[in-house]
């Protein structure tokens, strides 16, 4: 049974169906049918009009969305840990040609307005440093931590006061929603968020992610970079047929849950001297030492070492929840 | 009916069937089972020890391979018509970082080696001018003709002398196959090619194409470059599994001879006269009246129009001959 | 006698007495009194307000100009023959991150609306086809010829009503103004040139060139470009102070009616039936056998070939009359 | 009285002369006599082959040299406090393409081996993390210390071993050797040291900094950059002639001793219980409260603060004793 990641996990059989049923013939690149409702569906969802476009990785969606925020010569304030620094290969100084991202400490992998402003301080206005030009944060964050509506507000106030573009990495925005049942609405545009990538990979879908736009005027760019990156895939209905599928009937809600309530489970079941962080979406870091870690996989269950002492679970939309219920059995009797 | 693009056509049905056939729990980027077989399965295919990564579009397949031989400083030359110039958006300069194309001008978007030995002859070897790094072409052409063994063999020969790094756009190279009879090999490393795109898209493909390197050293940089691009898609085993499923009993090939089966079919109707190029793949250009393209129009066909007094058809793998055998009636008609 | 790089000649004695004069203690960068003084003195020169900032080469003035008009998706419109496109090593490239060149053909290297316009109108407004952001020429062009201000004005509404910036490579600006007799604002703001390189090293100066904007919001940016490259000296009051030592008393003026001068008594000397294009800068393509050329040299003089049957002769700011009169006579008796 | 910074200096009255004496007609760019030169006069100062490029500025010199060791996607470990980090408004990621500084912390902006192992330990050697490739050191550094010859090594090692390149920003690599007493060689290639920028400019030159490549295969594509940047100035031998001039007799050393032993009297005046850093070479952080900055100011001496609590201090090649030995007094007087 597999905690080790939630890109593991097989696609909804939502997903297959959609695509079979787009395998039709229709216009090419993102002229089809349902490329054309995807501003529509998620305007519905965000309660504002916004643009959006599928792209096929949420690098894709990070970076697209923070080269039209940040010029190559600008700045991007994130977390140390945050996914564009650790886990895209330099993806935003390629998007972006050069930008530096200036990394914030702080628990969780969490933005704080004190952290942000501190670093901000720091540089000089002059041309000898470079200027921040973006604010970059990760909800739910890559320890599994969401940030509440007014948190994203405080930060969003931040961003505008000091003149940065706001951009939020979304790979697990739908845990962070299911988490908070925060409206989409309230993590994003009302609280100052200007673009994000809205992740389904993970959370059920096959090799589609959206890149919405709040701040509608950047989408223009964002089409002109999608294909200067080979982004803009020739058969695209294949792409947003599978967010519309699970855009319908909130599918995504629905798997993000059921993969939060996973790892709630979980998480009751290491208690809070275990847990480095709360657990608040479908991530768990686990105080372990290396003979329990071996006690669980000797019993089938695979997971990731998070450094000495520590392991990672992670759950998933499809998890089987006595596998679940018998690894937080597992876990209380080490 | 319709003949404007074999990008509107829809996938096998053998595609299908893989990627639900894959939708199992497997490791998530390219360690899954079925991105570990390609490697193998296009080595038997070409007879010879090669690499193989999945990218998702023609595009990413030809810049990240293009970005392995050319570096930000340096030239390459190509077609005026080539896709890399006209119809990627400046994608072979934002993966190398500024390199730039050489162009060569010729008929049917093919290159010589007198056109590519003279364009380089008008190089200073100083640090003034862009040294060219590389040579690419693309078989079959932009305009539906395509290369023998020996005319690239004498590009390879060409290059090498040159210490030019050799590239083939592949996006047809299936119908370039199938239309030459010859073997893939002779078409590619053979003749000195060293890293190509094989395109599968076009061809009965949903969303993944091949980036295959002869010069195998060269593949450690692509999969950084793919990673760092945003092209390393975190459940791959949904691009490898489509292609494994389109080289499987030699699919791929079979699908490019019935689109080129369309193609002559609609040549003949067509005569001499009015082909623009001679058809040696899926693509005809046609020397047409407005009038008369309308009349087809009319009777249900759809095309583009290819500039004043000339139109575009192309043909798929899934054409219906009956319709192909009525179209050609109705031009013979005009 | 050498005829054949004004780049070869040694700087004007108020150049190193400028130096000489600023050599004491200032402020670094560019907050020292002659770095702070190069706006008023453009401004005066062009008659309106303009911000003016020194560089140390003619490539870098003219790219970090090119780089505020055109993003790195984006396409600049010159001639074939343009220093940009071939003398420049591709830091267009380099500075606009993979800015892509459209070339026109024309003789004599002069842009003209019409080659502008149909290039413009070859390339379809979608994301597929790399967009014009920019008009660049050079004025006096690389083969010696000048743009009238009509010419200059013609082609600014061009860029204007086709939404391009218009850059002016100004490298032998000096010239084109001596020749024509126009006043340096016809050949610039008031024909719609928004950015310049304006040259001095060719003209008299050591290593500092000046980049004009016209459109003054972009120096901002520009300021940051340039450190960015590494062109902000940090003694850089060496750098106004040799430019403001060719403004003073019209020295850049005089230098260059004075290298015009004697392009015109060889111009003369040579003959229309020589001249592949009219003279009117300092710089001939002179029709010549290789007897002759040779013949040339074997009296002393020294220039470079230029193609097959070819010559250049390039003339200084201080070229020695008398030896411009033994050329012309030794022209005459060929 | 100023010791904010050594820029603000003016040059020898040897490099004036050296100007004055160049200014002759010369082949342009860099192929004149003194540019040829330059190898040869490195060469000897290093007591080995070198190969040796004038550019305009330490950021270039930096930058370009930078650029031969990392590729777009790869990583250069440096202190946070580097000067490529800080102080190049993001020059390190044009050059390279979008490079990543990868930071380290520690006193008086020094590298050590073990920050640097810890640093190089955290990455994982798969694609998704962005990989070193070189290791970049400043000495003398940001904050006025000096490395040892068996510091270099250690580095040196460390680079070799983990498969690092190895650059030496020498902004104040004169004053680093004056300070030392070491031979220049034993802080630079016998330590393992590829390429350094050495710095002329602080140390009482113009506008020209030296380029020095030790691994001598790295520089014919430095020329390439060079140029690419806009840094191959026309009239190379006003460049070439002045650093040939610092080297003349060894005036660089003079110069750097001179500013050292400013530097050391400031010291003595202040007392270890003041300095932040130890100073070893012409910059002192000292700790002062507003009070007796504000005391010291009234009388003359102009200065940065750096922090609250601190001031910086710096002495240049032409620092007058008497007002050094003045303002030891004032500080003694505080």
Chains 1, 2, 3, 4 share one sequence.
């Not at 695509?19 to 519905?44: H, I, P, Q, V």
């Not at 009009?49 to 894709?60: E, I, N, S, Y």
């Not at 994000?196 to 964002?222: P, R, T, V």
């Not at 792409?239 to 709630?264: H, K, P």
Request: proline fraction near 3%.
């Amino acid at each position: 049974m597999r905690f080790f990641s939630d890109n593991a996990a097989p696609c909804c059989p939502a997903v297959l169906d959609a695509l079979a049923e787009a395998n039709r013939l229709d216009t090419a690149y993102d002229g089809d049918e349902w490329s054309l409702r995807l501003d529509g569906a998620f305007s519905d969802l965000f309660g504002t009009q916004v643009r959006a476009l599928w792209v096929t990785t949420g690098t894709a969606a990070n970076c697209i969305g923070l080269a039209t925020l940040c010029p190559p010569y600008g700045g991007i304030i994130c977390h140390r840990d945050a996914h564009i620094e650790v886990d895209e290969a330099g993806a935003p100084g390629f998007y972006t040609h050069g930008g530096k991202l200036i990394l914030l400490d702080g628990p969780g992998a969490k933005v704080t307005v004190e952290a942000a402003a501190e670093a901000r301080a720091r540089i000089r206005a002059d041309v000898h440093q470079v200027q921040p030009k973006a604010l970059s944060i990760t909800n739910a964050t890559e320890y599994g931590m969401t940030y509440s509506p007014d948190e994203v507000a405080a930060l969003g106030e931040f961003a505008r006061s000091h003149g940065l573009g706001f951009q939020l990495d979304g790979a697990r925005f739908a845990n962070a929603v299911a988490s908070t049942g925060a409206h989409p609405a309230d993590l994003t545009w009302r609280a100052g968020v200007e673009v994000m990538s809205f992740g389904f990979i993970k959370n059920g879908g096959m090799n589609a992610e959206a890149l919405i736009f709040f701040k509608q005027e950047l989408a223009d760019e964002a089409l002109v970079l999608k294909k200067r990156a080979g982004h803009l895939s020739s058969k695209g209905r294949f792409s947003a047929a599978q967010i519309l599928a699970m855009l319908e009937g909130d599918l995504w809600l629905a798997n993000a849950r059921a993969a939060n309530a996973a790892a709630r489970t979980l998480a009751e079941a290491c208690g809070s001297e275990r847990l480095v962080y709360p657990v608040q979406a479908n991530e768990l870091f686990v105080r372990m030492t290396a003979a329990e870690a071996a006690a669980l996989r000797s019993q089938g269950y695979d997971f990731y070492d998070w450094g000495p002492g520590e392991i990672r679970l992670v759950t998933s939309w499809d998890q089987d929840m006595d596998a679940v219920a018998r690894l937080a059995a597992a876990i209380r009797t080490l």
